[in-house]
C-alpha cells in the first residue's frame, strides 16, 4: 500500500489556523503599544507560528499572559478575514508608518519575492487581509472567522531575537513563538511532547548518564565515547554483526585513507567534495580521509574475478567515515564530522534484485521490532528527467528499471512508503527510512540505495550463466545508521532507560550496611562470570539513597543484600520502574535477567 500525496502543510485546515492566530498575535501586540509597534513578517511553521515585531521596549514572559488573553477576546469577537487585492501605490499609503512593510512591497512590486521575503517564481498579486481593525499584507489563506480559531488550543510560547530578513547587518527584532492546534487535547499533548523532548534531549542525558562528550582540543562534531557510550556501541555492533551473519553477509575492512584516483572514479571528487576533508600530500600523493566506504568495497569485489556462484555478494564493514560539516549545523550526536556506519554493500544480479531488496527491507523489520518501533515510513526518491546528465546519471532506462524494481519490491512486500520525484542520489533510486521515538518526534534514520552508476564506473562484473560478463546492482544499506545517530536517536527514545541488553550496567549491587560488602562483591564476581554488567554501590550512604541514584542511573536491576540475603544466598531484586520483586535466589536472579537477554527485552 502506497501513501501517495499526504495533503501538503499549507493547505490543510492547521495551517490556516495558525496563519490566522498570527494576525491575532499581531493584532493584541498592536495594540499593546498603539502607534509604536512595527510589523514584519508572521508566517505558519511547523506545529505553529510566529511574528517579528520591532517594539519601543523588550517582552516579558507576563506580557505573553496579557497578548494570549486579549487574543482569546478577539477570537470571541467573531471577526471576519476579508481580502482585498491592491497596487502597490495603495499598499504603500495604508502602510505608510510600517518600514518593514514598505520593504516587502517594494519586493512584492519586483516580483521574485513573496510577502514572507521568500523567493518565488511568480509575480503575486498584493492583497490584504484585514480582521476588526488589523489589516496585514498577504495572501492567505486564513479561516473565514477568528471565532474558527480554538481559543482553548493555542499558547503563546516564547519570545526570541531575530533579524530581520535574517540578517545580522539589520536591526534585531523580536519574535513571539505560538502554536496553535483544533483542540485542547492536541494542544496538551504537543506540550507533553515538548516536555519529554527537552527531558530527553540526547546531549543532556549523554552528558549525565556518561555516554558521550565532546572536547575542544579535539574538535567539534568528533564525539569521545565514554566507557559507558562504548557499551552501547558494542552491543550495537554485536547485533548487527549476528544479524548479517545470519543474513549470509561477510565481513571486510578498509582503511580510513586512500588516494584522490579512487575517488575520482568514484564521482565523489569533484561533487562531493565540499563535504570531504582536505587532502594531505605526501611523496607527490593526494590522500583523503574517507567520507565513505562504497569505493573500497568495489575495490574488494573487483578483487578477483566473479561468477554468478559468488552473488549475491554482500561486503559488511562497521567504518568509520569523516564528513566535512559546517560548524554552524553540527549538532549533538545527530550531525557530527566522524561516524561509524552500520554499512554495507551488496552485490547483485538484476534477477536477484527483489528478492534481495526485501531480505534488506525485511532486516529493517526486524530491528524495528527489537527497539519497538512501531511508526515508519519509506520514502521513494526517484529521479527528475530535467536532471539526468547534471543531477543524475544519464541513462534514463536504467533509472526507469530500477526505480521499477524497487517500487514493485516494495508493493509486493506491503511495505508502506511515499514516492517522491526528483530527490534521488546521483546513483540511483533511494530509500529513507523515517522513523517516529516514543514521544513521536521524527528521525531520518538510513538510507538504501540502488546504485546502477558505481558498478559501471568500477568495470565490476561476473560471468552469467550464459558464460557472458554481466554488470551487477549494487545496493548501499546501513539499517542502523551511524552509531552516532543511532545512539543519538534512541537515548531520546528511551529516555536514557536503556533496555537490559543494551543498558551500560545492567545491575547495581546495593550492600545495605558495610558488613554486607564482602558478600556483594562475591555475588558481583559470579555475575560478571556470566558476562553481566555489574557495579557495586560501596558509599556508606543509606540503603534509599542508593536505590534513588541507581534509578536515577536508569539501571534496570537493583540487587539490595543485606543480612538475610546473606544468609539464603539470595538477593533482594528492585526494578528501576518502582517494582520490587523482592528476594530470590541468585540462581533465580540469574534466570530472569539471561531471558530478559537473549529476548533482548
Ligand atoms: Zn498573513
Ligand atoms: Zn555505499
Known amino acids: 500500500m502506497s501513501h501517495a500525496g499526504l495533503p501538503r502543510y499549507e493547505e490543510t485546515p492547521l495551517y490556516r489556523i495558525r496563519h490566522s492566530a498570527s494576525h491575532v498575535m499581531a493584532q493584541a501586540v498592536m495594540e499593546m503599544f498603539p502607534g509604536q509597534a512595527r510589523i514584519a513578517i508572521g508566517p505558519p511553521i511547523e506545529d505553529g507560528f510566529y511574528y517579528d515585531f520591532q517594539l519601543p521596549r523588550s517582552l516579558t514572559p507576563e506580557d505573553l499572559e496579557v497578548i494570549e488573553r486579549r ?42 519575492q513573496d510577502e514572507h521575503g521568500n523567493q518565488t517564481d511568480e509575480k503575486p498579486e498584493i492583497s490584504i487581509y484585514q480582521n476588526g481593525p488589523f489589516v496585514d499584507l498577504c495572501r492567505g489563506p486564513h479561516v473565514e472567522r477568528t471565532g474558527q480559531i480554538n481559543p482553548d488550543a493555542i499558547k503563546l510560547m516564547s519570545i526570541a531575537g531575530a ?317 542502523l545508521s551511524t552509531h552516532e545517530r543511532l545512539i543519538g536517536f534512541l537515548i531520546e527514545h528511551y529516555a536514557g532507560a536503556f533496555p537490559v541488553w543494551l543498558a551500560p550496567v545492567q545491575a547495581m549491587l546495593i550492600p545495605i550496611a558495610d558488613r554486607h560488602i564482602a558478600y556483594a562483591r562475591q555475588v558481583a564476581e559470579t555475575l560478571r562470570g556470566l558476562e553481566l554488567r555489574v557495579e557495586i554501590d560501596e558509599r556508606g550512604e543509606r540503603m534509599n539513597a542508593k536505590i534513588r541514584d541507581a534509578q536515577l542511573q536508569k539501571i534496570p536491576y537493583m540487587l539490595v543484600v543485606g543480612d538475610k540475603e546473606i544468609e539464603q544466598g539470595a538477593v533482594a531484586l528492585r526494578l528501576r520502574s518502582g517494582e520490587n520483586p523482592g528476594p530470590m535466589a541468585l540462581e533465580a536472579f540469574v534466570r530472569r535477567a539471561q531471558d530478559d537477554l537473549a529476548a533482548r527485552a
Open 163 to 479: 533579524y530581520w530578513r535574517g540578517d545580522e547587518k539589520n536591526p534585531m527584532l523580536q519574535r513571539i513563538y505560538g502554536t496553535a492546534w483544533n483542540t485542547a487535547d492536541e494542544l496538551e499533548q504537543y506540550l507533553w511532547r515538548m516536555e519529554e523532548a527537552k527531558k530527553r534531549d540526547h546531549r543532556k542525558l549523554g552528558r549525565e548518564l556518561e555516554i558521550f562528550t565532546f572536547d575542544d582540543e579535539v574538535g567539534p562534531g568528533l564525539p569521545l565515547w565514554l566507557p559507558k557510550g562504548g557499551v552501547l556501541i558494542e552491543e550495537l555492533e554485536r547485533l548487527g554483526k549476528q544479524m548479517e551473519a545470519k543474513a549470509g553477509y561477510q565481513r571486510v575492512r578498509t582503511p580510513h585513507l586512500t588516494k584522490e584516483d579512487l575517488f575520482i572514479r568514484s564521482g565523489h571528487l569533484p561533487y562531493y567534495a565540499e563535504s570531504m576533508y582536505p587532502p594531505m600530500e605526501l611523496e607527490g600523493e593526494r590522500y583523503y580521509v574517507k567520507p565513505m566506504n562504497c569505493p573500497m568495497h568495489h575495490k574488494i569485489y573487483a578483487a578477483k574475478p566473479r561468477s554468478y556462484r559468488d552473488l549475491p555478494l554482500r561486503l559488511a564493514e562497521y567504518g568509520t567515515c569523516y564528513r566535512f560539516e559546517k560548524s554552524g549545523e553540527l549538532f549533538g550526536l545527530m550531525r557530527v564530522r566522524s561516524l561509524q556506519m552500520n554499512d554495507a554493500h551488496i552485490y547483485v544480479p538484476e534477477d536477484q534484485f527483489e528478492s534481495e531488496f526485501m531480505a534488506v527491507i525485511g532486516l529493517y523489520h526486524e530491528y524495528f521490532k527489537i527497539f519497538g518501533i512501531d511508526r515508519y515510513v519509506m520514502r521513494l526518491s526517484t529521479h527528475g528527467t530535467q536532471g539526468l546528465g547534471k543531477k543524475y546519471v544519464d541513462n534514463e532506462r536504467l533509472w526507469l528499471k530500477t526505480e521499477d524494481m524497487v517500487r514493485r519490491a516494495m508493493v509486493n512486500g506491503n511495505v508502506p512508503f511515499v514516492e517522491v520525484a526528483d530527490e534521488a542520489a546521483f546513483y540511483g533510486p533511494k530509500v529513507d527510512v523515517q522513523i517516529w521515538s516514543a514521544t513521536g518526534r521524527e528521525f531520518t534514520l538510513a538510507t538504501n540505495q540502488v546504485d546502477f552508476a558505481q558498478p559501471a564506473s568500477f568495470n565490476l562484473t561476473f560471468v552469467n550463466r550464459e558464460g557472458q560478463e554481466e554488470m551487477p546492482l549494487v545496493i548501499h544499506r546501513a539499517p
Open 71 to 112: 487574543m482569546r477576546e478577539i477570537i470571541a469577537g467573531d471577526e471576519p478575514f476579508e481580502r482585498q487585492a491592491l497596487s502597490a501605490e495603495q499598499a504603500r499609503k495604508l502602510f505608510a508608518d510600517q518600514p518593514f512593510k514598505q520593504e516587502l512591497i517594494a519586493g512584492l512590486e519586483r516580483g521574485g
